[in-house]
């Protein structure tokens, strides 16, 4: 057996051995040798296989497979250009802390720099984005020392990505350098009953992997902070498992994607300015990133910030540098007036909001209703993914928090890259029905995400599309102001005149305008790959919001 041949078939017997049930690839010829080795081991039953045609689409794929299920997931490539369009998934994993393995293939060193085609300097290329980095030999002699090596670097790999090593969990690199032959050479081929096949040295008899790496146990002490004290808490994604035991009825403001959003406050967001809610203290429990109105609050000198990162090793949360101590959320035992009044402001506060919401007064912004009508549409056990921008946003400011549904968001780096494939993914690992609630230009940015080849894995997936042909959330920011007006559309809302419907169509799907039935906008069993569009205009969005929050603050002023 040529060494290109056994290499890959050992580095993918290893991954199998790792626990790791799906691996994500991209056709290329550079990495043939893994692709014949994944091919083999989807046959043999052990690992589900994904095929995509292009290495952006792919590497969010894989994000959001190891997002959902918790595993680490490969992702395998050819060389030169390929490698880089796993970069912003890369970047995405590791600021979310995501078990993305990269597997790329590579020229031989010595044609690096000599001009042969598609070859590029790739070992460090992603840089300080990754957890590890590695780099094997050009496979050559198939020996039992160069097998354990082999072993041994896959499992170092997936020690940093799950955070078994040292650090938070996050995307971890391994280069493939392949020589010719980069196929299986004649009585290499068959189907065989096991993966490596004859002339290959095996694993341990026992099917564990080479070397078990335990995941360390870290534990914070207590923060020192007064549990009697005015406190809130907020949560954003990250942090530690969410016990609201320990909250003592202190008010929780968190975002969707966090685990302790289930138990937050329905219209949190929109009580954080107001003055006779201002706490003492402040718990920031992961990592929050939505709201303007809590960076100011972390930023004011008079609260006091503490932080709870959570159990896995990650940075905390400081972008205006005031928190006085990194620990363990402890049980808080705040004042029944505290916790009453925000209490009472939050039920004010949420009639108000649905008030507005259906009486017109916010008919400029559909978004927040639509984002509310889609949370509460989903399925217990469901699952709800949000693009970035306005829906995940809009899910914060007018849904209601509720239990029995799972919700993710790609809060890393927060961008719209791969939005469509994080959500196919994330279907795809839970095998639950998922609905993915996003905009028109976070579709359009991840068009080849649509695209699912026949005999590929499929979901049940629905994407719900807020189509109001551009960016609309650039009208709630500073360049969205009527003094910008005169540039505003063509450099900051962008339209495309897309055609969302036949886009969706073309790729296979089932597409439609939304009919308003607040049932359609949940997927169920057997609903397969769905699109609703709903159109809407962006011109109205500055001004109902700004109706909504004097609507909010009429609530709390009749308290």
């Known amino acids: 057996m040529n060494g290109s041949t056994a290499q890959a078939r050992v580095l993918v017997d290893e991954l199998v051995r790792a626990g790791v049930t799906d691996a994500v690839l991209c056709p290329g010829s550079r990495n043939a040798p893994p692709a014949f080795a994944l091919a083999r081991a989807e046959m043999l039953g052990l690992l589900r296989l994904h095929v995509r045609i292009d290495e952006r689409t792919a590497g969010f794929l894989a994000l959001g497979l190891a997002l959902a299920s918790g595993r680490p997931v490969p992702v395998v490539v050819t060389s030169g250009t390929a490698v880089a369009n796993l970069h912003p998934a890369v970047l995405e994993a590791a600021h979310a802390g995501i078990g993305l393995v990269a597997l790329t293939a590579d020229r031989p060193p010595d044609l690096v720099g000599t001009g042969a085609s598609q070859t590029i300097s790739q070992r460090e290329l992603f840089g300080p984005a990754v957890r590890w980095s590695g780099s094997l030999a050009v496979p050559t002699a198939v020996t039992g020392t160069e097998v354990r090596r082999w072993r041994s670097s896959v499992a170092r790999a997936l020690a940093a990505a799950t955070g078994a090593g040292a650090g938070a969990p996050g995307p971890v690199h391994l280069d493939l350098p392949y020589g ?261 230009l976070t579709l359009v940015h991840d068009t080849t995400g649509l695209v699912i080849g026949p005999g590929e894995p499929s979901p049940d997936l629905t994407a719900v599309v807020l189509d109001d042909d551009g960016g609309g959330i650039f009208h709630l920011l500073e360049q969205g102001g009527p003094e910008h007006a005169h540039a505003f559309e063509r450099i900051f809302g962008t339209p495309t005149g897309a055609d969302l419907v036949g886009l969706a169509r073309a790729a296979g799907w089932t597409a439609e305008d939304w009919s308003g039935d607040p049932a359609e906008l949940a997927a169920y069993p057997g609903s397969g790959r769905r699109l609703l569009r709903v159109r809407a205009l962006r011109t109205g969005l500055r001004d109902a919001h700004s109706a909504l929050r004097g609507a909010v603050t009429a609530a709390l002023g009749r308290l």
């Open 180 to 440: 010719e032959p980069l196929v299986p050479t004649a009585g290499d081929t068959g189907p065989g009953h096991d993966l490596l096949g004859p002339g290959i040295p095996g694993g341990r008899d026992d099917g564990a992997p080479w070397t078990a790496v335990a995941r360390p146990v870290r534990t914070l002490p207590p923060l020192p902070l007064d549990p009697s004290a005015r406190t809130l808490v907020i949560a954003g994604s990250g942090g530690p498992a969410a016990d609201p035991g320990l909250l003592g009825g202190a008010p929780l403001v968190a975002e969707p994607s966090s685990a302790w959003w289930p138990h937050a406050l329905r219209t949190g967001p929109w009580l954080l300015d107001h003055p006779e809610l201002r706490p003492e203290q402040v718990v920031v429990l992961g990592r929050p990133t939505l709201h303007r109105a809590v960076s100011a609050m972390l930023a004011d000198p008079a609260v006091a910030v503490y932080a709870d990162p959570g159990p896995d090793g990650a940075a905390w949360t400081d972008v205006p540098g005031t928190v006085r101590a990194v620990g363990a959320l402890r049980a808080l035992t705040p004042p029944d007036d505290w916790t009453w009044s925000w209490g009472d402001a939050d039920r004010a506060a949420a009639k108000a909001l649905d008030t507005a919401l259906d009486d017109g007064t916010a008919a400029g912004a559909p978004g927040l209703r639509l984002a509310r009508d889609v949370t509460a549409a989903q399925p217990d056990g469901g699952q709800l993914v949000l693009g970035s921008s306005n829906p995940v946003r809009d899910v914060a400011l007018a849904a209601t928090p509720r239990p029995g549904l799972t919700v993710h968001a790609n809060r890393g780096v927060a961008g719209i890259d791969g939005t469509v494939s994080t959500a196919v993914g994330a279907a795809l690992a839970r095998g639950v029905p998922t609905t993915l609630l996003l905009g028109d």
